[in-house]
């Protein structure tokens, strides 16, 4: 066995026992795409591999989120490594919506607002989120598209485009959270909608609702007849 290839077995060993014994406490993300990387790559040192990621990807989030065919970009990074990168993001998510309790798909604007309550902390300031759904209507993920009083529907539009591409989502919902202010029908906005769902039936992506929430009350812009 040739002392370069001693190194890196011996290093892989050092990264796993360190695993046991700390979890990933005091790991870089590098480090930690390291370790997974070892679990795809047997016979090659994955240190410079997983340095590329982080840089090319900006981090370890970025790493996780990144497309197959992205990650097969980068030098080193064969099938075998970008599907154990991609089936670990999409695990990571059953495992958190079975975790948080919430495994239905959701089907009603008290739904959505149940699932607000539970998984999106500080609703008491204004913002304009966006739950992107799968094929079975459950939720992939929320994102914030603005924060404060909604303004620039063109940004809004862009993105919510971009997250919808890295979601891979097959629908979506729009919450307006009026935080503490008041006056829900007010809080509909009907050429920011129209915008926004022009933009989504451009990637064929189904907008379901558009709900308004304030101080623990809402209403649905589908079943007021708003959202055509």
């Given amino acids: 066995m040739a002392s370069g290839e001693k190194s890196y077995l011996g290093h892989r060993k050092r990264l796993r026992e360190r695993f046991k014994r700390t979890a990933l406490e005091g790991f870089h993300d590098y480090e930690v795409v390291e370790l997974l990387l070892t679990y795809a790559i ?20 970025g790493v996780l989120e990144a497309k ?31 975790r948080q309790g919430w495994k239905d798909p959701v089907s009603s604007p008290g739904d959505v ?62 919450v307006h959270n009026l935080g503490r202010g008041s ?22 992506i189904i907008v379901h609702d558009h709900i308004i929430l304030a101080q623990g009350d809402h209403i649905s812009a589908r079943a007021k007849g708003w959202l055509k």
Wanted: hydrophobic fraction near 45%; aromatic fraction near 6%.
């Fill in 42 to 61: 047997p016979r090659r040192d994955v240190k410079p591999a997983a340095k590329a990621l982080v840089k090319r990807f900006g981090g370890l989030k």
């Fill in 68 to 98: 197959a065919d992205e990650l097969g970009t980068v030098d080193g990074i064969g099938k075998n490594a970008s599907a154990l990168l991609t089936l670990l993001k999409e695990v990571g998510g059953v495992y958190l919506r079975e």
């Fill in 113 to 174: 607002v149940d699932f607000l309550n539970r998984n999106s902390p500080g609703l008491e300031a204004e913002k304009f989120l966006a739950l992107y759904l799968n094929s079975k209507n459950h939720v992939i993920e929320v994102e914030v598209l603005h924060e404060g009083e909604v303004a620039g529907m063109p940004l809004l539009a862009r993105e919510m485009i971009s997250k919808a591409i890295k979601h891979n989502a097959r629908s979506v919902i729009f």
């Fill in 183 to 204: 006056g829900l029908e007010g809080g509909f906005d009907g050429a920011l909608i129209k915008e926004l769902s022009e933009a989504a039936s451009a990637l064929d």
